[in-house]
């Protein structure tokens, strides 16, 4: 294999991706988790990553994000390939896992002051940018406080902060919503829709189907590890043969939940005598 490509562009790549999926496997011993997804995500897009509980959003979020290897194929952030060139690709992506690790014994100033050391960003432009964080998340009272006092939703701003801190092109968000209250979703929505205004972009699983319809620019559905279904709402609904459907009907039918639908449409019929 040459290395041509490595640095620049892969080949057939469109001029405005972002994230490149090419093949993307993930074995646990016997297990195939992730069986060979191939996915492009476009520079300035919300895209969301759909599935059942196992469907493997999470393991394929975290190869993107570079915390856990593929056993085979290959991603490219913005023209750089997470393998070759690791440190360009991952200065690019902002990484907000399911389940953070915060340090309990630090307060958000300080957290944040430590990510931004770990991105090799220190001094005033730094801690301007970390408080302009903390004000706009409206953490900036607490900001002195131990993170252990925080509440759910003031640890998921504080982490979503720490993934905006070395100014990333694409975000990496596993689960978002889970655990916050309504005002807190919101502004997490409109931060998303903001970042993806000044040209960032926004690969996130969810399975909240609202907000991915509400959301999301483009939708990839996955289960056993491989798309089953991608597109748009209006493609999608073509796709599942379901127009006008939302979301939710979608997702059942093409994870080949009939049944469940079944079950749910009699339950409403029950409900409505
Ligand atoms: N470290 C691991 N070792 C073995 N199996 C795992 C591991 N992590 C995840 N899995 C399995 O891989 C599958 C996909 O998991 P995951 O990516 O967490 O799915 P999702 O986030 O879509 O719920 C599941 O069947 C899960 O049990
Ligand atoms: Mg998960």
Not at 43 to 65: D, H, S, Y
Not at 99 to 110: F, I, N, Q, T, V
Not at 154 to 165: F, G, H, W
Not at 190 to 214: D, K, M, N, P
Request: aromatic share 6%; proline share 4%; hydrophobic share 40%.
């Amino acid at each position: 294999m040459t290395d041509v490509h490595a640095h620049g562009s892969p080949p057939g790549a469109a001029a405005d991706e972002m994230l490149r999926l090419e093949g993307v496997v993930k074995r646990y011993g016997r297990f195939t988790a992730v069986a060979g997804l191939d996915l492009s995500v476009r520079q300035g897009e919300i895209f969301g990553f759909l599935g059942p509980n196992g469907a493997g959003k999470t393991t394929t979020i975290r190869m993107v994000a570079g915390v856990l290897q593929p056993s085979s194929g290959r991603i490219v952030v913005g023209g750089d390939d997470l393998l070759r060139h690791p440190d360009a690709a991952k200065s690019k992506i902002g990484y907000v896992p399911d389940r953070p690790y915060l340090y309990d014994k630090l307060s958000g100033a300080e957290f944040l002051r430590f990510v931004s050391g770990l991105w090799g960003k220190t001094g005033q432009e730094a801690e301007r940018r970390a408080d302009r964080l903390l004000e706009l998340f409206q953490l900036a009272d607490w900001k002195d406080e131990l993170i252990e006092s925080y509440s759910h939703g003031m640890r998921q701003k504080l982490l979503i902060s720490s993934a905006l801190i070395h100014q990333p092109e694409l975000i990496v968000v596993d689960e978002p919503m889970v655990g916050l209250d309504p005002r807190s979703a919101r502004l997490l929505k409109e931060l998303l829709r903001a970042f993806v205004g000044q040209g960032g972009t926004v690969f996130l699983s969810t399975h909240t189907l609202e907000v991915a319809e509400a959301l999301c620019d483009r939708i990839a559905i996955i289960s056993e590890g491989t798309v089953i279904a991608l597109g748009t709402m209006e493609e999608l609904r073509a796709q599942a043969d379901a127009g006008g459907a939302h979301l939710e009907e979608i997702f059942l039918r093409v994870t080949g939940s009939d049944a469940m639908a079944d079950v749910i449409d009699s339950l409403k019929e029950a409900v409505d005598r």
